[in-house]
């Protein structure tokens, strides 16, 4: 199983971005697919969660400015970032706990940078 994250790049503040990941390999069943964050010297932080069943978890600073979403299949996490500013910058990370031949599991996206700067 593998996490491929992509869509980021640099924006302007007060721009939208859109983050993809793409899970794939023999996937039975996902539990719950998020996005996590992270600048140098601190710890990767929660941005938003989605599970397969139950309501979907923002960090308190990008409610209402991000909206976290997958394709019909399930496998496709998508993260819609709008009126961005600078404090969004960091790492992206991608995230998904599911059940592939390999028993159930926590995977890990490549990570994307996402620059908000002028």
């Known amino acids: 199983v593998q996490l491929q994250a992509s869509g980021g790049g640099l924006v302007q503040p007060g721009g939208s971005l859109r983050l993809s990941c793409a899970a794939s390999?023999?996937?039975?069943?996902?539990?719950?697919m998020g996005w996590y964050r992270q600048t140098p010297g601190r710890q990767r932080e929660l941005v938003a969660t989605?599970?397969?069943?139950?309501?979907?978890d923002y960090a308190d600073s990008v409610k209402g400015r991000f909206t976290i979403s997958k394709d019909a299949a399930g496998h496709t996490l998508y993260l819609q970032m709008n009126s961005v500013t600078p404090e969004d910058t960091a790492v992206y990370y991608c995230?998904?706990?599911?059940?592939?031949?390999?028993?159930?599991?926590?995977?890990w996206g490549q990570g994307t940078q996402v620059t908000v700067s002028s």
């Open positions: 995230y998904a706990n599911l059940l592939s031949r390999s028993g159930w599991k926590d995977y």
């Open positions: 390999g023999s996937i039975f069943r996902v539990n719950v």
């Open positions: 989605m599970p397969s069943s139950g309501p979907t």
